[in-house]
């Protein structure tokens, strides 16, 4: 189970995928293979929450790495290079980094 | 404290705003403001997690609702109308609603 929190120390990536309709399943399970077998074994990994959008056309993945220092290493990381081809062949994407400035809950 | 699971019976909203570095602040205040006064009274709404990005050129707003039906009501609800209109003067967005297929965390 992943929490949002404000105040959190650590970088928040919110990656938007572009994709065909068609093409959704294929990206959602590129996106949990890739994590499973690769992203989560990398230092400073927290969680990825995948998301498929329901018209079909997105999925979003909302990650959360311990430090911008751990996410720049595991961009370069080697490991990591074939899933993101895999992906940018499915898809067009825009990862945002962001860090929580307020989480809002129903009881708060 | 927000959670993020897979297969939880709710609905995810996740709104990209685009904005101008000098209007990212305002922004954020306005998200902050629109969630405290009026969503978080209406009905099916769970929490809203209010992100900036890094580079000043972005807003995301990470929201959860119990329903489509909550959802759909929400944006019929004259209260909210306001808040939107302040938004769409500061801000371009695209809204995505989703459901979590997968959340892997590290120590699963």
Redesign the interface.
């Known amino acids: 189970?992943?929490?949002?929190?404000a105040d959190a120390d650590m970088?928040?990536l919110?990656n938007?995928f572009s994709v065909k309709p068609e093409n959704q399943p294929k990206l959602?399970q590129l996106l949990?293979d890739a994590?499973?077998q690769t992203m989560?074994h990398l230092p400073g990994?927290?969680?990825?929450?995948?998301?498929?959008?329901?018209?079909g056309t997105?999925v979003?993945n909302?990650a959360q790495w311990r430090s911008?220092e751990d996410f720049d290493a595991m961009r370069l990381n080697p490991s990591v290079g074939p899933h993101m081809q895999a992906a940018a062949a499915l898809a067009q994407f825009e990862p945002?980094?962001?860090?929580?400035?307020?989480?809002?809950?129903?009881g708060?």
């Open positions: 189970m992943t929490t949002i929190q970088l928040t919110v938007v959602v949990v994590t499973q989560r990994f927290i969680s990825a929450n995948i998301h498929k959008s329901v018209d997105k979003v909302y911008r945002i980094l962001c860090e929580v400035v307020d989480s809002i809950s129903e708060k």
